[in-house]
């Protein structure tokens, strides 16, 4: 008899916890990124970060912080090979070996693409569309093969879709569509895990965007905010961020964002933002404020019933090459160390 019991216990306790013979979702780490794609330029330059005003790895002050990941640009060709293939592989095995995840920012490009400069690489422009499609597949699926990201997007920035003019999203939807639905497939044929993101700049036009690609097999919906382009109300920022999660039934991510502790500079390289009109009042320009403002950023997305994460841009971005540079650093008074190279207290909000 205390047999049977035993058994028939067993199997109730079985029928409980397999829920009708399927595992429940395991829920997904909440992203604490910085996005760290300048570090080795500046590094082989002669850069020095602090931590409590003594020396230590940039990568390790942020794991301590809390940061679980950081994101790496990459481009097709670059000029003087930063943020090329090669460079972005080791850079990306360095942050795998410290314990945190890869997010990739693969522009398709061998500059910087943003809503207004989407250029083909160099390699690519006098090639016809089907050609075009098939250099796409091929270059992600090398990226795939060589570093195996935990995050993915599919452009930088895409608000008018990327490769223009071919992929120019309000003029070749198609194509566009055509061009990213290569780029995940090829994703998906390397990788089970690899998570895949499309990016928007802003708020206003976010539903358009993504009401386009409604179709295309991706993961996150990722947004940049910026107050001094994309307007000064953090609630505005998470009606959006719930709107499109709900609407689209993806995870969203603050994909970039950033704030400046002062609005003074440590070199000649004009800052891009300089002015109390430029960001929000509530947030003052100082150490506090700069920690206030990610502090709030991570808890707006945290309450978003689709939020999933955030990442700090210009993390790394200091004054690097002395105080009368004028080719340093348009970022230094944003970036998550201060003039004396010193982590500042807004790492705090990478603290779980």
């Known amino acids: 008899m205390k047999k049977f019991l035993f058994l028939l216990l067993t199997v109730c306790l079985f029928s409980c916890s397999s829920d009708n013979g399927t595992n429940p979702p395991i829920e997904e780490e909440f992203i604490r990124a910085a996005d760290m794609s300048y570090l080795p330029l500046i590094e082989s330059e002669g850069t020095v970060y602090k931590h409590n005003n003594i020396a230590e790895n940039a990568i390790t002050t942020l794991k301590n912080a809390g940061c679980n990941t950081i994101r790496i640009r990459l481009w097709k060709n670059p000029s003087d090979a930063h943020s090329g293939l090669t460079e972005v592989k080791t850079f990306a095995q360095r942050v795998k070996a410290a314990g945190l995840k890869v997010w990739l920012t693969v522009h398709y490009s061998d500059t910087w693409a943003d809503p207004g400069n989407q250029t083909k690489p160099m390699a690519w422009q006098s090639m016809d569309f089907n050609t075009?499609?098939?250099?796409?597949?091929?270059?992600?699926?090398?990226?795939?093969?060589e570093i195996n990201p935990d995050i993915i997007q599919i452009g930088n920035e895409t608000n008018d879709g990327m490769l223009w003019p071919e992929g120019k999203l309000s003029t070749n939807e198609n194509q566009y569509l055509q061009l990213v639905t290569a780029a995940t497939t090829a994703v998906r044929s390397k990788s089970t895990t690899t998570k895949i993101m499309l990016h928007f700049a802003g708020i206003s036009g976010s539903d358009w965007f993504f009401s386009k690609v409604a179709n295309i097999d991706y993961d996150y919906i990722g947004l940049s905010y910026y107050p001094i382009w994309h307007g000064k109300n953090l609630t505005d920022l998470q009606n959006?961020?719930?709107?499109?999660?709900?609407?689209?039934?993806?995870?969203?991510?603050?994909?970039?964002?950033?704030?400046?502790?002062?609005?003074?500079?440590?070199?000649?390289?004009?800052?891009?933002?300089?002015?109390?009109?430029?960001?929000?009042?509530?947030?003052?320009?100082?150490?506090?404020?700069?920690?206030?403002?990610?502090l709030a950023i991570k808890n707006l997305v945290k309450q978003s019933a689709h939020?999933?994460?955030?990442?700090?841009?210009?993390?790394?971005?200091?004054?690097?090459?002395?105080?009368?540079?004028?080719?340093?650093?348009?970022?230094?008074?944003?970036?998550?160390?201060?003039?004396?190279?010193?982590?500042?207290?807004?790492?705090?909000?990478?603290?779980?």
């Open 240 to 294: 959006t961020m719930n709107n499109l999660g709900q609407l689209y039934n993806k995870k969203v991510l603050i994909a970039e964002t950033a704030y400046p502790f002062t609005l003074n500079w440590n070199d000649y390289t004009n800052n891009i933002v300089g002015l109390d009109n430029q960001i929000i009042a509530a947030y003052p320009a100082t150490n506090d404020g700069q920690k206030q403002y990610l």
């Open 132 to 145: 075009l499609k098939t250099c796409v597949t091929d270059y992600t699926n090398e990226i795939m093969t």
């Open 307 to 352: 939020g999933i994460g955030f990442c700090y841009w210009g993390s790394e971005w200091v004054a690097f090459r002395g105080p009368t540079s004028t080719n340093g650093s348009s970022w230094e008074n944003q970036a998550l160390w201060d003039f004396t190279n010193n982590s500042l207290p807004a790492m705090e909000a990478f603290n779980e």
